[in-house]
């Protein structure tokens, strides 16, 4: 663990206008408690601690949106997001608010220092201003027009339309979103911090310091500072915040990527009087998981923060993670394209550690990644239960069948190479996984959790102590055997135990090696083996006599159940339907504009009629339809267009079932030049319809004979 005495782990705050979705899990929650869980195991001093932003415009648009105060959208949600990370078995230290006094004080005593060592800037800008409210705006306050794709629900930071990111001087026809008034420009006054004061600093810090940090961190730290940094206002207009502490400061708030950090700061305050030895002592390893949208901040706001203040430690690590799609789209709160991870709690109970499982396993460390619910089932029932699950029940099950439920003494005369080589693992398997834990690279520590189960079932098989037994059974009735006699009963039955000794002690490993990832299930394999906690510490990893000889063990119960189909379906079904509710919601809403939708497609480039002559365009009835292996998105298709009979590969899997379109008519584009899909020639496009999420066939309104061409 080196030169380092303490540790310090802080996960991204998370903004409390809604619940957590399982992107949120994935990409700093649960790698940061995986690494905690570790640093306990090894006995370190060690405080993680975390809570929720509860500053910053998007409280107060979601207090607009519900028609409550901000207090109350923060008092919610902070309890939603507080309970989902408890019930996911996050295991902070502490979860923080930043509207608790400690953090206003700690944040206010902060700038205070700063302002006092004359390291602010003041500069006076003009900001669009509500003239109705008498308040300046920020620019989600502001909506317009947009000048790329005529969206009038625009907001003054982005079209969610077509993406495109604005500012308010390109909205068409803007007007305030909390008056509907026609905003003005007014100077106001901020207070800057002047980045590029700290950036030779930086630059040493980090492009010479730590270059062992992860590509995506390193690389995007490189791009900032190549481009050279610039003063940054550290304050806002707005009621809501932490209060400039200034007398000329009326109506001014710290910017909340000012105020947000220091909440980690706040958070260990409140956590331990001893803050300042994790915060200021140099034999402190600080470490930000976050997510990559916050990897400026985290990396040269915040440090250049720390510097400036003077006095505090700086983050060792940054080890940020991509982000996690699902079903092949991003997400999106707002189209409420998500899984929630207060709703995933409800529709599996128990089921906790799958979750954690699947996330850590398709864990989006070094690209963005995808989340499927079929991924889900197919990593459940084929790694979780065939693989782990089943190594586990089969070695308490024979335990219980051939030992008599006690822990059987290892005979080491009649020890084979099969048991050696299994041995050797248990260390080898150790240092693996801590070499992998400490590294980040939590996926592949996983992997190897999950191959150190699998070797122990290709051991069971390979071992046969059922065979053995049935030997000893035959031969102790008087009955003849083939290859053994009488006399090699004990040796037959050291053999047995042998087998299952190694088992019950890889299964006590297994125990250590899954705390981390999958706690749920450790515990639950401690209960077994009628062990303590105690034994979980990682000194013990890796231990051939972690179990003693002749210990009564409980009895068996699985560790994991298979997920069903009808659960997936369920699952895929409530993401589209909560799609088309918000949906729903945004086009009904009128107090604050949200984007629409599904919105119709902004019109192609005019084309010629000779373009559109050379589509061949043919009614085709469906003969045949089914799922394409391994592809989750994919429907091979026979369709009888007439002349002859073609395949094709339609991405139309998650909208229909085989079985219910075969017989329907489509229209095809058939002179469309074939391409291969997952090894399988595609001849032709079937043409669909798209409406709020739902895949239409463009069809004839009335039955035609197969071959009919479209003009």
């Not at 909440?263 to 331990?272: D, H, N, Q």
Request: with cysteine.
């Amino acid at each position: 663990m080196g030169k380092f005495n303490r540790y310090l782990i802080t996960a991204a705050l998370p903004y409390a206008n809604g619940p957590v979705h399982i992107g949120h899990l994935a990409g700093c929650y649960l790698p940061a408690d995986i690494y905690v869980r570790y640093l306990r195991a090894k006995k370190a001093d060690v405080k993680f601690v975390c809570g929720t932003d509860e500053h910053g415009v998007p409280i107060t648009i979601k207090a607009m949106k519900e028609e409550v105060s901000p207090q109350d959208v923060v008092d919610k949600y902070h309890k939603i997001i507080g309970d989902s990370f408890a019930a996911m078995g996050i295991s902070f230290d502490i979860f923080a608010r930043t509207s608790d006094p400690i953090h206003h004080e700690t944040a206010s005593d902060f700038f205070l220092k700063m302002y006092n060592d004359g390291l602010f800037e003041v500069k006076e800008s003009e900001q669009y201003f509500d003239p109705e409210k008498n308040v300046f705006l920020a620019d989600r306050y502001i909506i317009g027009t947009c000048p790329k794709c005529g969206n009038d629900k625009a907001y003054g930071d982005q079209c969610e339309r077509c993406g495109s990111s604005l500012s308010p001087d390109e909205l068409i026809n803007p007007h305030s979103a909390l008056s509907d008034a026609v905003p003005v420009k007014k100077k106001t006054k901020h207070w800057y911090m002047p980045l590029q004061n700290y950036e030779p600093w930086l630059k040493e810090w980090i492009l010479e310091g730590h270059k062992e940090w992860k590509n995506n961190v390193y690389g995007q730290c490189k791009s900032w500072l190549d481009n050279g940094l610039q003063s940054r206002a550290m304050t806002r207009d707005s009621n809501w915040g932490i209060k400039v502490p200034l007398p000329d400061a009326e109506g001014k708030v710290l910017y909340v990527w000012f105020d947000a950090p220091i909440g980690y700061i706040s958070a260990t305050k409140e956590l331990t009087n001893n803050w300042s030895d994790y915060w200021c002592k140099e034999d402190t390893k600080l470490v930000h998981f976050i997510g990559k949208d916050n990897i400026v901040f985290h990396c040269i706001i915040f440090p250049a923060m720390l510097k400036a203040h003077g006095g505090f430690v700086v983050p060792e690590n940054v080890p940020a993670n991509e982000f996690l799609n699902i079903e092949g789209e991003k997400v999106s709160t707002s189209r409420n394209w998500a899984v929630w991870v207060n709703d995933y709690i409800q529709d599996f109970p128990d089921q906790q550690d799958v979750l954690r499982y699947v996330l850590c396993a398709t864990a989006p460390e070094t690209k963005d990644n995808d989340f499927t619910w079929k991924d889900f089932q197919d990593r459940n029932n084929n790694e979780l239960v065939a693989i782990l699950g089943n190594f586990v029940n089969r070695a308490m099950v024979l335990m219980h069948k051939l030992c008599g439920g006690k822990v059987p003494r290892l005979h080491d005369e009649f020890l084979d190479d099969t048991d050696r080589e299994l041995l050797k693992e248990f260390s080898v398997a150790k240092e693996k996984i801590e070499n992998s834990i400490e590294n980040y690279r939590f996926r592949e520590a996983l992997s190897e959790v999950i191959e150190f189960s699998r070797k122990g079932n290709q051991y069971l098989q390979k071992s046969e102590p059922w065979i053995l037994a049935s030997a000893i059974e035959k031969l102790n009735s008087g009955q003849p055997h083939a290859k053994y006699e009488l006399k090699d009963v004990p040796m037959l039955q050291a053999r047995i135990d042998n087998c299952l000794h190694v088992s019950l002690q890889l299964t006590a490993n297994l125990a250590i090696f899954l705390h981390p990832f999958l706690p749920f299930t450790s515990k639950k394999i401690c209960h077994m083996l009628k062990v303590v906690d105690r034994m979980l510490d990682w000194e013990n990893a890796g231990s051939v006599e972690l179990l003693k000889v002749g210990y009564t063990l409980r009895a068996p119960e699985l560790l994991f159940k298979k997920v069903e189909n009808e659960q997936i379906v369920a699952q895929v079904e409530k993401l589209h339907a909560g799609l088309k509710q918000s949906a729903a919601a945004t086009a009904a809403a009128t107090t604050v504009p949200v984007v629409e939708e599904a919105p119709a497609a902004p019109a192609k480039p005019e084309i010629q009629y000779d373009d559109f002559a050379k589509l061949d365009l043919r009614v085709g009835t469906i003969l045949q339809a089914e799922k394409v292996e391994k592809a989750d998105k994919l429907l091979k298709l026979l369709v009888d267009i007439g002349t002859e009979q073609r395949t094709v590969v339609s991405g139309i899997a998650m909208h229909f079932k085989p079985e219910d379109i075969v017989g329907k008519q489509v229209t095809l584009v058939a002179n469309l030049a074939p391409r291969k899909m997952r090894g399988i020639e595609s001849q032709g496009m079937i043409l669909m319809a798209e409406d709020n999420g739902k895949l239409i066939f463009v069809n004839p309104a009335e039955a035609v004979k197969p071959g009919s061409g479209v003009s």
